[in-house]
C-alpha cells in the first residue's frame, strides 16, 4: 500500500460507530510525493467492547499465578475486563461484546529470512500478484495494457535494431580502414 509515513491510531476512549475498526491507519497515496509502496500486513482480528459506553476494552491477559484475574491463565472475560478497565481508570458497564479489528503492520514488524524472501513473480504478475490492489500505478506485468505494451515492444526492438545498425557500421568502418592502410 502507498505510505508517507504518518498513521493513525483508535484509541480506547474513541467511540465505536461501525461494525469494524481500524485499529491503524496508514497515510499515503499514488499523488502524494512523500508515499512510497510498502508491503503490509493486515492482521484481523476481534476486541472486546463495551456495549454501552461504545469503546473498546482493556483486558488484563497475564500475571505470573492463576486466579489474579489474568485472561490467558484463568480464561474469564468478565473478570479480566474488569481489572483491566480499573487498571486504566476508565468505565466498564459489565456488559460487553466483540467487534472486528484490523491493524496495518508494516512488514519491517516480522521480516522473513532470506530464504524465504519473495520472488519476483509474487508481485509482477497477471494472476495473483501481490500488488493488484495498489491504485494509480503501473506496475509492470500486473496488468494488460495494451499501448503501453506495444510500446515497450516497439521500443525494444528500435533499441535492437539501433545496437545491430551501429555494429555494422563499425564493422564496415574498419573494413574499409584495413583497405586504405594495405
Not at 158 to 178: C, E, M, N, P, T
Request: glycine share 8%; with cysteine; aromatic share 10%.
Amino acid at each position: 500500500m502507498w505510505f508517507n509515513g504518518t498513521a493513525d491510531h483508535f484509541l480506547i476512549t474513541d467511540k465505536i460507530e461501525k461494525d469494524t475498526i481500524n485499529i491503524n491507519t496508514l497515510f499515503g497515496s499514488y499523488d502524494d510525493p512523500n508515499s512510497k509502496i510498502i508491503p503490509i500486513k493486515i492482521h484481523r482480528g476481534k476486541q472486546p467492547y463495551d456495549l454501552k459506553y461504545k469503546t473498546l476494552l482493556q483486558a488484563k491477559l497475564w500475571a505470573t499465578e492463576k486466579g489474579e484475574g489474568a485472561f490467558w491463565i484463568d480464561l474469564n472475560w468478565d473478570i479480566a475486563l474488569k481489572i483491566g478497565m480499573e487498571y486504566v481508570g476508565l468505565p466498564f458497564s459489565g456488559q460487553y461484546g466483540f467487534i472486528n479489528t484490523k491493524a496495518y503492520l508494516p512488514v519491517s514488524h516480522m521480516v522473513s529470512k532470506s530464504e524465504d524472501a519473495v520472488s519476483c513473480r509474487e508481485c509482477h504478475n497477471r494472476n495473483n500478484s501481490r500488488l493488484k490492489n495498489v491504485p494509480g500505478v503501473y506496475i509492470p506485468a500486473t496488468s494488460y495494457k495494451k499501448n503501453i505494451n506495444m510500446a515497450g515492444t516497439a521500443l525494444m526492438l528500435l533499441s535492437l535494431l539501433g545496437v545491430l545498425g551501429h555494429a555494422a557500421l563499425r564493422i564496415r568502418a574498419s573494413y574499409k580502414r584495413k583497405k586504405l592502410s594495405i
